[in-house]
């Protein structure tokens, strides 16, 4: 049993999230799961038309759900940043997703741009804090518009927050890890406060974890090494402004957007799960864009519902997609949007 | 005329500026450019013994200096941060070196980590801001060691600041960029007051640098972009901490801390000059360490010090080592740190 809310977006954000529930609906049916979705306009239309971004009524709705399945905001006729912060954000932090999990992993060896790194090599998972640090949005300006201005901008660690998100990503590594291996990423050598507060967590919470191997890359030296080691990577745990940074690398260390997933969660509370690609208006309404990175996020939301045996279903119909190049254009395919999830609803069908 | 303060450091610090300094001084003699060097022997053995980090009294001699030539920081012996903050740290800020220049070039295409990508593909500068931002060291905790504890971090952006390294940014690319094309790389979108800021001042500035082409990224999406395509950028303009990040991901596609230089630059007063990598106190006193990106630096220096003509041809002789296999182990070769050095001088002097 569990009640979805589903919020498409913009642009391609409906046409891929269709993909996911399509997949989602025929699990549903199969293994009598009870899934319902329910469906939210947010986005650009909305907006444009009313104003509205996230209305709390809106919010209170979302909090009986049991999780949202999200497409993807952004629109050209906004402003950048409103959509993205007023729905996206505010989800985050509204309901407290103190974590964003973001598999990297490699599907296919020609997708990544790295030389002789294959599928084993390209597949860690990191654990980024998502509610506090320079997200925080504290800050100000001083002498706005002179050429005195002075801006500021706020990292802020809490205890609590560093500790609980270092705390999951321990269970994480335990649960799934291969090693298991959990490395922290900062920059404590120059935020002697802020990381100053990481490393003690990190260090403390360590102890109760002495079957997890620990280890330590500052985060510069941190993106040499995923492009030149990516191997050495089990489980990562950073803050929130890394996290951004070196899960997009990551991203495209497995080929791009058209396979990153993230999932926002509160382990107690409602999680969202979202592909990482934006709502590409250029290619909107065509039914031409890749479902699969959204069809992976509605896999990974299963594993949240408590589902957890259907994920690696759901990632098998897609490995087996790519293997068959049953997938779109940007891709190498020729299938449409429709038909590739088609496609992992037969698979999943016939390895049931 | 130049008295340039040498600063050898820690670990293989002093053997790969060695390297540096003789070909500094071959071309002194060659073309009669009159340098003059000062050894200075700030470090962890000066720290150990004395308790000594850089005392006022050096910082007041270095100040009649025209250029400071730096080895590395950093010793096993000594906290992590603790040299590097007191020297290298230190110095950027005394001197107000608001520009970090790093170039990003790949120089033997088997160097690189990325399938498919040439020395044409991998060839453009970063301008990191090198002042303020969150390296300000601004910051505190409130009911420390408590589960309470809060930490904060500043980052600062002042329109001076940001102004000046921007102006310096337009300027170089005019001067030694490609297409021209200015890139700012900044997180706008969450950062609303400091990378507002940013925004702002690159678009003012940006009137006055009309044949200069201009664009944006958001930090997350040029990491993405470093590895995928690499080849669109040629000079990019960022802030402090993501400066740091983009450059060293960077200095990997290049090859790794083997190739990668830095030069700490105040237009104005006194410029710093150094390799990227480390002390490496594993590989120290063995003569075996590459040399390259010392001498490297050593070339950039030349040209802050009004001998530009010069640069080109210790890259050169460096680009030379590298095709005639005449490296160290790290790069495949088997000759010592020494002999790298020797044979940089026979080729600058036979290429004169
Ligand atoms: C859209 C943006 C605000 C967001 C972020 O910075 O967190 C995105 O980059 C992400 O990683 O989900
Ligand atoms: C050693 C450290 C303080 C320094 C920095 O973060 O600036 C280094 O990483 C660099 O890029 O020169």
Chains 1, 2 share one sequence.
């Not at 799961?33 to 939210?40: C, Q």
């Not at 409103?82 to 509204?94: A, M, P, S």
């Not at 320079?134 to 801006?151: C, S």
């Not at 997938?327 to 190498?332: F, L, P, S």
Request: with cysteine; hydrophobic share 40%.
């Amino acid at each position: 049993m569990a009640n979805i809310a589903y919020i498409p977006g913009d642009g391609i954000g409906e046409e891929v999230t269709s993909q996911g529930i399509k997949v989602l609906e025929y699990l549903d049916g199969a293994y009598n799961l009870g899934l319902k979705f329910e469906k939210f306009d947010l986005g650009a239309e909305r907006y444009l038309k009313t104003g509205d971004i996230l209305p709390i009524a809106v919010l209170n709705k979302l909090e009986t759900f049991d999780s949202i399945y999200l497409g993807a905001v952004g629109d050209p006729r906004v402003e950048p940043g409103v959509l993205e912060k007023g729905i996206l954000l505010k989800l985050r932090f509204y309901f407290d997703q103190y974590v964003n999990l973001r598999p990297i992993k490699l599907y296919k060896e020609e997708f990544s741009p790295l030389k002789g790194k294959g599928l084993e090599d390209i597949d860690f998972t990191v654990v980024r804090e998502n509610t506090e640090g320079i997200y925080a949005g504290i800050g100000g300006f001083l002498k706005k518009d002179t050429p005195d201005e002075v801006a500021t901008q706020e990292m802020i660690s809490t205890r609590k927050g560093v500790d609980r998100v270092i705390k999951y990503a321990f269970e994480y590594a335990q649960k799934f890890g291969r090693e298991p291996k959990l490395t922290v990423c900062d920059k404590s050598n120059v935020l002697t406060y802020a990381h100053n507060l990481w490393q003690r967590s990190f260090k403390e919470m360590g102890k109760n974890y002495p079957e997890v191997e620990q280890n330590h890359f500052l985060v510069d030296a941190m993106t040499m090494k995923m492009v030149r080691n990516p191997e050495i990577f089990d489980v990562v745990v950073t803050c929130n402004i890394f996290g951004d940074i070196i899960t997009d690398l990551g991203a495209e260390l497995q080929g791009g957007m058209g396979m990153a997933v993230s999932g926002n969660i509160n382990p107690d509370s409602i999680s969202m799960f979202e592909p990482v690609h934006g709502s590409a208006p250029d290619i909107a309404g065509q039914n031409i864009a890749n479902p699969l990175a959204a069809v992976l996020a509605a896999g990974m939301m299963l594993r949240e519902l408590g589902y957890g045996n259907l994920t690696p279903k759901v990632e098998a119909a897609v490995k087996s997609a790519l293997e068959n190049n049953m997938v779109t254009a940007d891709q190498g395919g020729d299938l449409n949007t429709d038909e590739v999830g088609d496609y992992l609803v037969k698979t999943l069908k016939s390895n049931e």
